[in-house]
């Protein structure tokens, strides 16, 4: 049995759609499903880190946060998305500030929403599932979703990482 089996784009879709319809019934303003997603997305990214770190590292931990970020950015997110995240920067304003770059992340992908949700940032889920997995690696981070966009259609997203003890 080969262990590094894939899912399928279409079921990953299908299930983070079914998720967000879920939370949706429950839920009344676009603010409250973005951190409903987060929240969910954190306990995903927890176990996932554990899960990959088990895989790929055979025990060893990464000692700084640019080791954890390239390990998530690409290992971690080549297992949950099938490629690597686009690109990993660190900010010039802040020695603590990070952003990964996905142009498009599965979770904006097949997702129609309604025009009452507005700005809804489905990617909030994944911004989440980074927060876990940094959280995890012991380095808390805040992590948010943007949407980059042009002439209204949007870009790419970027998972900006704010973290919040740096060692």
Not at 27 to 51: F, N, P, S, W
Not at 101 to 110: E, G, I, L
Not at 117 to 123: E, H, I, K, M
Request: charged share 20%.
């Amino acid at each position: 049995m080969d262990a590094h089996r894939q899912v399928s784009a279409a079921a990953c879709a299908y299930l983070v759609s079914e998720m967000i319809q879920h939370f949706m019934a429950r839920i009344r303003t676009a603010a409250d499903l973005e951190i409903t997603l987060h929240r969910t997305g954190q306990c995903v990214g927890a176990k996932v880190y554990e899960l990959v770190s088990a895989r790929e590292k055979s025990g060893r931990r990464e000692s700084g946060i640019v080791e954890v970020l390239q390990f998530i950015s690409i290992t971690c997110w080549k297992c949950l998305f099938g490629k690597v995240a686009d690109s990993l920067e660190r900010s010039t304003d802040s020695e603590t500030e990070f952003m990964i770059h996905d142009a498009r992340p599965m979770t904006n992908r097949f997702i129609s929403l309604p025009p009452s949700l507005g700005q809804l940032n489905c990617a909030s889920y994944i911004a989440g599932i980074v927060a876990g997995m940094l959280a995890c690696a012991q380095f808390p981070a805040n992590v948010t979703a943007h949407s980059i966009t042009a002439n209204g259609d949007c870009v790419r997203t970027v998972f900006l990482v704010d973290v919040i003890d740096a060692h």
